[in-house]
């Protein structure tokens, strides 16, 4: 396939796919719905962050969760037992969720108004970050054990991201060698001003700024 037909191709991609995206924006405006894309590498702490953020917020906002994967139902499962909603998408070999698999997912689980809709992309720091969900906010995962130095090999995701969090900050100790400060520096040489937050579903640690966060941005 020649470069510019390959091209071609991927701009008719995006393009149908911002169809997709901003016909589920339009739909997440009317009802009030404040949609998050939650995005890592695998194994960053994704579906652990969500299972503690949905029982802290409790009986304050209505929780919904689309999870995606290549494989399995184990995540959707592990949110459903905190009683949220959560409906699973398998992408089989794709390597992220995109604007109309989102729409068909809130069709079926037709998330209330005023509620909260955490999207749990696919474990990957690179094909997430090329397609728009119709989400409000980008929330970035980076783990301790990942290393500070992500941002910098990831550029395309770390720059779109409204809010980067430092995954299993309980380790910090542990490792020895992750800087909080780089990492933050790395976002910053990214002409990305979005708070930088370390937290620990474990410990609990950064749980309060995560949570105001949301509360802001809802």
């Known amino acids: 396939m020649s470069q510019s037909?390959?091209?071609?191709?991927?701009?008719?991609?995006?393009a149908k796919n911002n169809g997709?995206?901003?016909?589920n924006r339009r739909l997440f405006a009317e009802r009030g719905i404040l949609?998050?894309?939650?995005?890592?590498?695998?194994?960053?702490?994704?579906?652990?962050?969500?299972?503690?953020?949905?029982?802290?917020?409790?009986?304050?906002?209505?929780?919904y969760v689309i999870e995606g994967d290549q494989q399995t139902s184990a995540d959707a499962q592990r949110i459903?037992?905190?009683?949220?909603?959560?409906?699973?998408?398998?992408?089989?070999?794709g390597c992220h969720l995109d604007g109309h698999m989102v729409g068909h997912a809130?069709?079926?689980?037709?998330?209330?108004?005023?509620?909260?809709?955490?999207?749990?992309?696919?474990?990957?720091?690179?094909?997430?970050?090329?397609?728009?969900?119709?989400?409000h906010a980008n929330v970035a995962l980076l783990s301790t054990p990942e290393g500070h130095d992500k941002p910098a090999k990831y550029p395309v995701m770390f720059r779109a991201a409204d809010l980067v969090l430092l995954s299993k900050s309980d380790l910090l100790?542990?490792?020895?060698?992750?800087?909080?400060a780089t990492a933050t520096d790395h976002v910053?040489?990214?002409?990305?001003?979005a708070p930088v937050i370390p937290v620990s579903s474990r410990s609990g640690a950064g749980m309060d700024a995560w949570l105001?966060?949301?509360g802001d941005a809802s």
Do not use: M
Not at 44 to 58: D, N, Q
Not at 173 to 178: N, Q, S, T
Not at 188 to 193: D, H, K, M, T
């Open 212 to 214: 105001a966060w949301l």
């Open 80 to 93: 459903r037992a905190t009683g949220a909603p959560a409906l699973q998408i398998n992408t089989g070999k």
């Open 35 to 63: 949609a998050l894309n939650l995005v890592s590498s695998p194994g960053s702490g994704k579906t652990t962050l969500l299972v503690r953020t949905i029982e802290e917020l409790a009986g304050r906002f209505p929780a």
């Open 173 to 180: 100790e542990v490792l020895g060698d992750f800087d909080v």
């Open 5 to 14: 037909r390959l091209v071609t191709l991927e701009q008719d991609i995006l």
């Open 20 to 23: 997709y995206a901003a016909a």
């Open 106 to 135: 809130v069709e079926h689980l037709d998330p209330a108004e005023g509620s909260l809709l955490f999207i749990e992309n696919v474990g990957n720091l690179v094909c997430p970050a090329s397609f728009d969900l119709g989400q």
């Open 188 to 193: 910053r040489g990214l002409a990305n001003a």
